[in-house]
Nanobody, 126 residues
Framework: QVQLVESGGGLVQAGDSLRLSCTAS????????MGWFRQAPGKEREFVAAWSGGITYYADSVKGRFLISRDNTKNTVYLQMNSLKPEDTAIYYC?????????????????????WGQGTQVTVSS
């Protein structure tokens, strides 16, 4: 079993930055694809970013502002969020999938991931 624990969320103002962390236990992440999703109140969970086989994927809404990275020595994946906007407010979830995605389509699908964290709240005030 894989357990994912997110941290780093909080309340910030528009234009600020946050870095989310996702630490895995029970399995090394080095061979896994990792993703970040988010869910705002009253909305469906949506794709934010993914890392798979050295390739990164981003939702258009965060491209140029967010950066996904990983530290295999710490079994941790990060999501650096810059220039935050009120519309970025959501619960952010980390997810893991075995193997590599063959294209960006699979990286953005909730069903592509086997393991999920509990989420961390990010609130951006205007």
């Amino acid at each position: 079993q894989v357990q994912l624990v997110e941290s780093g969320g909080g309340l910030v103002q528009a234009g600020d930055s946050l870095r989310l962390s996702c630490t895995a236990s029970g399995r090394t992440l080095s061979s896994s694809s990792m993703g970040w999703f988010r869910q705002a109140p009253g909305k469906e969970r949506e794709f934010v970013a993914a890392w798979s086989g050295g390739i990164t994927y981003y939702a258009d809404s965060v491209k140029g502002r967010f950066l996904i990275s990983r530290d295999n020595t710490k079994n941790t994946v990060y999501l650096q969020m810059n220039s935050l906007k009120p519309e970025d407010t959501a619960i952010y979830y980390c997810a893991a999938a075995a193997g590599r995605f063959t294209n960006s389509l699979y990286s953005a699908l909730i069903g592509s991931y086997e393991y999920w964290g509990q989420g961390t709240q990010v609130t951006v005030s205007s």
